[in-house]
């Protein structure tokens, strides 16, 4: 299967269990797979893009998906936009309404 | 011999598609998550798009009218009214007429008493819930149970 566009959406923070570890894997296997993959960071998932949080944004990168984390979820947490990882950029939700309208986009939400 | 043929079935008509479902479910005050759905729809609503919210398992509590229009007052800002999440829905509402729908599942609210929602409201059996994710053109589940 090619072709297919994927929109993740990481709300989960790392304490909440071994879950959004592995959910950022499912997107790099995606990715790997050759899928066209985008995850959002939103909420307490915003915590996995910044720097020492683990390798997840990393192996997401690395296997070429996209790694967008919510401005708001990260003021609302007074986390500076800029201490993010390299791997991650900072969004808007107009941004992701964009994506999740696309034509063929699958949403998964976690 | 002849075979009788049932006559046809008379059109259904082509019911509206909506570009969006957001299904939520979580307790609203337990996190951000339905701030986040709520932004999320205002998000598309302002691309021009339609968005239909399904309010089930403890989302089904934030349209009642017995939480007032304006939250208990603030004691840092006691002279600032806040709007509390009935008036929310029914700004979001009022502020995209026609392309925007809240719906509450009759289920979730009897199970959990919460049976006075605003007239806003379109509630809805459990059993309409296919119906309802065959008129959006993208569903989008979130929350737990």
């Known amino acids: 299967?090619?072709?297919?566009?994927?929109?993740?959406?990481?709300?989960?923070?790392?304490?909440?269990?071994?879950?959004?570890?592995?959910?950022?894997?499912?997107?790099?296997?995606?990715?790997?797979?050759?899928?066209?993959?985008?995850?959002?960071?939103?909420?307490?998932?915003?915590?996995?893009?910044?720097?020492?949080?683990?390798?997840?944004?990393?192996?997401?990168?690395?296997?070429?998906a996209t790694v967008w984390v919510d401005d708001f979820s990260l003021a609302q947490r007074a986390l500076p936009a800029d201490r993010v990882v390299p791997g991650a950029a900072v969004v808007d939700m107009d941004t992701v309404a964009g994506r999740l309208l696309g034509d063929g986009v699958r949403v998964v939400w976690h | 011999m002849s075979i009788d043929v049932a006559p046809a079935a008379p059109a259904r008509p082509r019911l509206r598609q909506w570009d969006l479902l957001l299904i939520v479910t979580g307790?609203?005050?337990?996190?951000?998550?339905?701030?986040?759905?709520?932004?999320?729809?205002?998000?598309?609503?302002?691309?021009?798009g339609s968005v239909r919210i399904w309010a089930c398992g403890y989302t089904t509590m934030v349209t009642q009218t017995p939480l007032g229009e304006v939250k208990p007052p603030n004691l840092q800002h006691p002279e600032r009214p806040y709007p509390s999440m009935p008036t929310v829905v029914r700004q979001l509402l009022a502020g995209f007429p026609g392309r925007v729908g809240w719906i509450g599942c009759t289920a979730c609210s009897g199970e959990r008493g919460a049976t006075h929602h605003i007239e806003e409201v379109r509630l809805r059996s459990p059993a309409r819930f296919a119906a309802t994710i065959a008129q959006s053109g993208r569903t989008v589940f979130i929350g737990g149970a």
């Open chain 1, 1 to 64: 299967m090619t072709g297919a566009e994927f929109l993740l959406v990481e709300s989960q923070g790392a304490w909440s269990g071994p879950m959004a570890e592995r959910f950022l894997d499912d997107g790099a296997a995606l990715a790997r797979a050759g899928q066209r993959v985008w995850v959002l960071l939103v909420q307490d998932g915003v915590t996995a893009a910044l720097p020492g949080a683990g390798s997840g944004v990393d192996r997401l990168a690395a296997a070429g």
């Open chain 2, 27 to 48: 307790a609203p005050y337990s996190s951000d998550l339905l701030t986040t759905a709520l932004r999320l729809a205002q998000a598309v609503l302002r691309r021009g």
